[in-house]
Nanobody, 123 residues
Framework: QVQLVESGGGLVQAGGSLRLSCATS????????MGWFRQAPGKEREFVAA????????NYADSVKGRFTISRDNAKNTVYLQMNSLKPEDTAVYYC????????????????WGQGTQVTVSS
């Protein structure tokens, strides 16, 4: 069973930046894809970004392309989400999740979830 713990959320003004981290344990981190998702109040959870187990491949939701960057450090069992040029519509609870080795990943590929970290962007 894998455990995931997100951190790094907070309150930031529009145009600002935050870096989210997701520390994992319990499985061989370097052998599976990782993803970030978010859920805003009253909305369904949506895909944000994913990174392959090999670190070679990344993909992003159109709404965050050019502003967010996903990365991972397999030696630290941690995946990151650097968020720049934040907008009020980025306000949500952000979750990291464990995928499979398939690329590109489908949302259904992601199983284990963290508890989430709140990101609030003020206008």
């Amino acid at each position: 069973q894998v455990q995931l713990v997100e951190s790094g959320g907070g309150l930031v003004q529009a145009g600002g930046s935050l870096r989210l981290s997701c520390a994992t344990s319990g499985r061989a981190f370097s052998t599976y894809n990782m993803g970030w998702f978010r859920q805003a109040p009253g909305k369904e959870r949506e895909f944000v970004a994913a990174i392959s187990w090999s670190i070679i491949n990344k993909n992003y939701a159109d709404s965050v392309k050019g502003r967010f960057t996903i990365s991972r450090d397999n030696a630290k069992n941690t995946v990151y989400l650097q968020m720049n040029s934040l907008k009020p519509e980025d306000t949500a609870v952000y979750y990291c999740a464990v995928g499979t080795r398939n690329w590109p990943p489908a949302p259904a590929d992601f199983g284990s979830w963290g508890q989430g970290t709140q990101v609030t962007v003020s206008s």
